[in-house]
């Protein structure tokens, strides 16, 4: 079984950064592509961004490209999520995703295994 681990959400002032880590541990870990989701409070999980394990291609949703950064290390089982200029509205919890098939990277049906999740809270 593969556990993911998130951490380093927390309070922060819009404009501020924020890196988020997601360690993989358990048998052979060897995803097809690794993803970030959030969920505010009433909403639905949405995509953020994510990363096929192999090749480290990246792709991103609209509402953070040019401000978020993904990124893996395979001799880690990491994956982490660079968050620069956030704004209010980027506040949810945030969990880590693993996909060991090939699916649509964008929706959570697509992900075998999840993390706990970290709160990311941006204050005006």
């Known amino acids: 079984q593969v556990q993911l681990v998130e951490s380093g959400g927390g309070l922060v002032q819009a404009g501020g950064s924020l890196r988020l880590s997601c360690a993989a541990s358990g048998r052979t870990f060897t995803p097809y592509v690794m993803g970030w989701f959030r969920q505010a409070p009433g909403k639905g999980r949405e995509f953020v961004a994510d990363i096929t394990w192999s090749g480290g291609r990246p792709d991103y949703a609209d509402s953070v490209k040019g401000r978020f950064t993904i990124s893996r290390d395979h001799a880690k089982n990491a994956v982490y999520l660079q968050m620069n200029s956030l704004k209010p509205e980027d506040t949810a919890v945030y969990y880590c995703?693993?996909?060991?098939?090939?699916?649509?990277?964008?929706?959570?049906?697509?992900?075998?295994?999840w993390g706990q999740g970290t709160q990311v809270t941006v204050s005006s």
């Open positions: 995703a693993a996909a060991t098939g090939w699916g649509i990277v964008t929706t959570p049906l697509s992900y075998n295994y």
